[in-house]
């Protein structure tokens, strides 16, 4: 995910590049199992501080899902839009320092955007990171309700078929009426109670 930028560093503001991407991003983090490459396309906008860096990506990882505990895929978009400095002067190869240029300080320094000394815009630790910030807090089996089409994780498949199968392995054995209801047996004694008279 490495991009020569040195001819359109040459050019004026307002110039670009578009580039399709469909790269394999097994070794760019250890916490992501990737089940496809990332593809999509990357936009390399000429600013006048540097270049702007637009992409419009799409990746399935294998996640948890939050309910069943199992893998599961989900296909996350991964959308950015950041600038990138020049660590050197195109024309002169000149280092140029932060405070040339206008923004926030820890944007100028920030090693992740900046384009060497090569002129190589290197897009991998921004896509690492917009990937992290677009996982789901929770993952979800095909959770979808049919009818209104709204995300329902009591849907979960795997996780109602679990439920089942905790149903029938709890029916092999004799059960107390607190149990049968779902009652946790320890609770038992007080619910007794609150169905004394004068107990409201």
């Given at each position: 995910m490495e991009f020569n930028v040195a001819q359109l560093m040459k050019e004026a503001t307002g110039a670009s590049r578009e580039h399709e991407l469909d790269d394999d991003i097994t070794n760019l983090d250890g916490g992501l199992t990737p089940l496809s490459n990332l593809a999509g396309s990357l936009e390399l906008l000429r600013i006048h501080s540097g270049v702007l860096a637009t992409g419009d990506f799409r990746v399935a990882l294998s996640l948890q899902c939050g309910r069943c505990l199992e893998?599961?895929?989900?296909?996350?978009?991964?959308?950015?839009?950041?600038?990138?400095?020049?660590?050197?002067?195109?024309?002169?190869?000149?280092?140029?320092?932060?405070?040339?240029?206008?923004?926030?300080?820890?944007?100028?320094?920030?090693?992740?955007?900046?384009?060497?000394?090569?002129?190589?815009?290197?897009?991998?630790?921004?896509?690492?990171?917009?990937i992290w910030l677009s996982v789901p807090i929770v993952a979800a089996c095909d959770c979808v309700?049919?009818?209104?089409?709204?995300?329902?994780?009591?849907?979960?498949p795997k996780y109602i078929q679990l439920l089942s199968e905790s149903a029938l392995a709890g029916t092999s054995g004799e059960q107390t009426p607190a149990e049968a209801e779902g009652i946790d047996p320890r609770w038992a004694a007080l619910l007794a109670l609150q169905n004394e008279p004068g107990s409201e």
């Open positions: 893998p599961v895929s989900v296909r996350v978009p991964v959308e950015f839009s950041e600038s990138f400095r020049p660590l050197t002067d195109i024309q002169t190869g000149r280092f140029i320092s932060p405070e040339e240029f206008e923004g926030q300080a820890e944007d100028l320094t920030d090693e992740a955007l900046l384009i060497n000394a090569q002129h190589i815009l290197d897009i991998s630790e921004v896509v690492r990171q917009n309700d049919p009818v209104s089409g709204a995300a329902d994780p009591d849907t979960c």
